[in-house]
Nanobody
Framework: QVHLVESGGGSVQAGESLVLTCGVS????????AGWYRQPPGNERELVAT???????NYADSVKGRFTISRDNAENTVYLQMKNLKPEDTAVYYC???????????????WGQGTQVTVSS
């Protein structure tokens, strides 16, 4: 089974930056892609960014130009660099591993505990 551990969240002011880190271990060989989700308070979980096996990235419109997803395959680590944070970015952030079928990302059934990001104005 896959084990995911997110870290790097915190409380920041609007305009500041954070880098989230996700350590991945376990049976990851079947999963060639990764993605970050977030769940704002009182809202549903949403897909924020994905990266596929060849490094192609995709972002939700709300974070384009501000967030960058990357991966270090040697270290089994996925990152989410977040710049110019806004109060509406406040959420619990989760990383996932998964696969693409066509242009659709399908995360595995395993999720980490998430990391809280709070942005104040």
């Amino acid at each position: 089974q896959v084990h995911l551990v997110e870290s790097g969240g915190g409380s920041v002011q609007a305009g500041e930056s954070l880098v989230l880190t996700c350590g991945v271990s376990g049976s990851i060989y079947v999963h060639n892609s990764a993605g970050w989700y977030r769940q704002p308070p009182g809202n549903e979980r949403e897909l924020v960014a994905t990266i596929n096996s060849v490094g192609r990235t995709n972002y939700a419109d709300s974070v384009k130009g501000r967030f960058t997803i990357s991966r270090d395959n040697a270290e089994n680590t996925v990152y989410l660099q977040m710049k110019n944070l806004k109060p509406e970015d406040t959420a619990v952030y989760y990383c996932t591993v998964g696969s693409f079928i066509g242009s659709t990302y399908y995360p595995s059934s395993r999720w980490g505990q998430g990391t809280q990001v709070t942005v104040s104005s």
